[in-house]
């Protein structure tokens, strides 16, 4: 069962575990669960996803009830109206906050085609990012006989496809878990000394209005699961909201 974190006539969010894609995607032919498929048969009527998170994140994803609220819902994210709070676990020390304002090349949906010869242009991308703990950690993981690991909050204020990894890359502070953006060794040494084979990237709030009453909603999906036992392991709990950390041992990541 798909945890439910809000639910009216109009909406439903859930909590989407890590591993788990929103939809059917070209790319990943072989995998016959999903996120869209799950909650429908789940609730018993059709839903609408009016965004996405990438397969390895965890957190809020909304889905509208019926197409006129999907509609609405699609112009306020085309129009970067929601705001979205993200927790990630990086390599390095970041510092205690910054922007990053860096365009990246536009990435296809997983269901467009582009032929192999086509340049896709890049986009303006923009994350404000807050360090909110940092560690270091008597291993030679890497070059050095110490490594240094961070607990971020990231706010995109746009969103392009994998910016957050992206942006992250780009400032030389992958994300934790990342195959394709981070750096393998790091991610087998939290495999193997914390038990943690996951991308460390979890979205925790979403903003919005509702789409027929205009009432603000914040949506939340606390960590847990690894990434919350992670967290008090390296002693980052009293970093965090009470409202951001959840159960340890409840494993929805």
Same mark, same amino acid.
């Given at each position: ?8 006539q109009?909406l ?30 789940q ?19 909304l889905?509208?009830?019926?197409s ?59 994350t ?15 070059r050095?006989?110490? $490594?240094?690991? *961070? =607990?971020?909050?990231?706010? #995109?204020?746009? +969103?392009?496809?994998?910016? !957050?990894?992206?942006? &992250? ?23 193997q ?18 789409p027929? $009453?205009?009432? *603000? =909603?914040?949506?939340?999906? #606390?960590?847990? +699961?690894?990434f919350?036992? !992670?967290?008090?392991? &390296? ?15 409840a494993?929805?990541?």
């Amino acid at each position: 069962m798909l945890p439910i974190l809000y639910r009216d006539q109009h909406l439903i969010a859930i909590d989407k575990p890590s591993g788990l894609l929103v939809h059917r995607s070209e790319i990943d032919r072989r995998e016959t669960r999903f996120a869209v498929q799950l909650l429908r048969d789940q609730i018993g009527q059709q839903v609408f996803p009016v965004h996405r998170l990438d397969r390895g994140t965890s957190g809020v994803l909304l889905f509208a009830l019926d197409s006129d609220s999907a509609r609405l819902l699609n112009q306020d994210f085309a129009a970067k109206q929601p705001a979205k709070t993200y927790l990630a676990v990086v390599r390095g020390h970041p510092a205690d906050s910054g922007d990053i304002d860096h365009a990246i090349t536009r990435q296809p949906d997983e269901r467009e085609y582009v032929h192999g010869n086509a340049q896709l242009n890049a986009q303006p991308a923009f994350t404000r990012y807050r360090t909110l703990a940092r560690c270091t950690l008597p291993y030679a993981v890497d070059r050095y006989p110490q $490594s240094r690991y *961070a =607990l971020l909050q990231l706010m #995109p204020e746009t +969103g392009r496809r994998h910016q !957050l990894r992206r942006h &992250l890359k780009h400032i030389a502070h992958p994300i934790i878990g990342d195959a394709t953006h981070g750096k393998g060794v790091h991610n087998r040494f939290f495999q193997q000394q914390f038990n943690v084979g996951r991308m460390l990237l979890h979205a925790v709030e979403l903003s919005i209005r509702h789409p027929h $009453s205009g009432e *603000a =909603l914040t949506l939340t999906a #606390p960590l847990s +699961g690894d990434f919350a036992r !992670l967290v008090h392991e &390296l002693g980052w709990a009293d970093a965090l909201p009470a409202a951001w950390l959840g159960d340890a041992g409840a494993d929805s990541d």
